[in-house]
């Protein structure tokens, strides 16, 4: 199927950094809702929208980062960047997502003491309401598309059950790996085609050398840090370690921020907890916390200064885990065996969506009728009416406003 421009659906042509740029700085500006909500915008816009790749080839994305540590909301976008425009590409769109969050929690590091208490405000809840919506649309549309037969289906619920069960990074890994084992053990002849071809502007050659890099950094940034006696110098290496550590993103690396700010005295724990209500009423990634340790953290460098060295190092290991995976994970996914797999593992990212969709983004959204009712207004507008998803969101923030 080719859309206006003679181009085969989900085989995106030579596109400039900018564009990328352009996309994913209004993603990072009306992308409410945490991780999971964060992946059904991306597929409204991506996969919907825009066409630049294909349902199967987001859903095997979604898998591989799931696999990966760090958050993995970022890393898809990271992915799609590197598929769209090379390493430029994934920095742009790492930038225009990450950048809005980084710089409202940097604002509000400076003025702390004047924004007062976010977490009960009624707008966030209406944006709380709005992802319950993107997620539901996300959901069906995958469902439609990666499980649509009795198999794939049955694999998609046992996942969601599973992930529900197990609430953790290691229960969505064990039902991504038991997803690809029932593809393998469920496979039918006409489950056996090829993947769409998906262009890739990386090398194997430079995703070895961004993986040795990755490893590197982790085994060398600790000894660094004992051996001199640079606040600068341990900043990096503590969060670079919480990015490389985590499993599952999102709220999982606060334990790990925690640990590495407060004992030592960087950030006070009431500042931590501050900052993470903030944290909670921003778009964008919840890693972009580690901008507002940075900007408040003590001893120099805090501020701007701060804020840009944790941020940066934080990410770091995501971007060099995708740009250096994602070479070889494509040269991977086209063997037959791994094929066959990943209908099984697509099913499953079907299944983690869904498990996502009840907890957190449902238990959170969904507290009285009047939250039913705008939660299904919302996805009325979004399924329907096919209302543009930034609008959605900027209705349900008014409108959570007005029944608070």
């Known amino acids: 199927m080719q859309d206006t ?5 989900g085989e995106p042509a030579q596109a400039s950094a900018i564009e990328v740029l352009s996309v994913f700085s209004r ?3 009306t992308s409410f809702g945490g991780p999971v909500a964060h992946l059904g915008y991306f597929r409204d816009e991506f996969v919907v929208r825009r066409r630049w790749l294909g349902e199967a080839a987001y859903a095997d994305l979604v898998a591989l980062c799931q696999f990966l540590p760090g958050p993995a909301s970022s890393q898809v976008g990271m992915a799609i960047g590197l598929m769209r425009a090379g390493y430029v590409g994934a920095m742009a769109a790492w930038i225009g997502f990450t950048l809005p969050s980084a710089i409202a929690l940097t604002l509000f590091a400076y003025g702390i003491d004047a ?17 319950v919506a993107v997620v539901a649309q996300a959901v069906l549309g995958m469902m439609r598309s990666l499980a649509p037969d009795r198999e794939r289906a049955s694999v998609a619920v046992a996942a969601a059950v599973l992930v529900i069960a197990i609430p953790s990074a290691a229960g969505q890994i064990a039902a991504i790996v038991l997803g690809g084992a029932a593809g393998l053990v469920l496979a039918r002849p006409e489950m056996a085609e090829m993947p769409e071809h998906v262009p890739l502007r990386a090398s194997r050659k430079t995703g070895a050398v961004l993986l040795a890099l990755f490893f590197a950094l982790l085994i060398a940034l600790p000894l660094l840090a004992a051996a001199v006696p640079s606040h600068t110098i341990a900043l ?15 709220h999982v690396v606060l334990p790990l921020l925690q640990a590495a700010v407060v004992p030592p005295g960087w950030v006070g724990n009431d500042l931590f907890l501050a900052g993470y209500g903030a944290a909670q009423a ?13 900007a408040v953290a003590g001893p120099v460098p805090n501020g701007w200064i701060g804020a840009a060295i944790c941020l940066a190092a934080i990410f770091l290991p995501s971007f060099l885990l995708v740009a250096g995976a994602l ?10 065996s791994a094929q066959t797999a990943l209908r099984g593992t ?32 919302a996805f009325l507008l979004l399924f329907m009416w096919r209302t543009p998803p930034w609008l959605v969101v900027l ?7 007005a029944i608070a």
């Not at 924004?115 to 992802?131: M, N, R, Y």
């Not at 996502?356 to 039913?372: E, N």
């Open 115 to 131: 924004f007062g208490d976010l977490a009960g405000s009624g707008w966030l809840h209406g944006l709380k309401i709005a992802a």
């Open 395 to 401: 209705l349900c923030a008014l409108a959570g406003a």
């Open 327 to 336: 070479p070889f994970w494509e040269s991977l996914r086209r063997a037959p």
């Open 27 to 29: 993603l990072g500006l």
């Open 282 to 294: 921003v778009p964008g990634p919840l890693f972009t916390f580690a901008a507002y340790l940075g």
């Open 236 to 250: 990096v290496d503590a969060f670079y370690r919480a990015g490389s550590l985590v499993f599952g993103g999102g």
């Open 346 to 377: 697509n099913a499953a990212v079907v299944g983690l969506l869904l498990a996502a969709l009840y907890q957190p983004v449902w238990t959170a959204g969904i507290l009285a009728p009047a939250d039913f009712a705008l939660g299904a207004v």
């Open 5 to 9: 421009s003679g181009r085969t659906a």
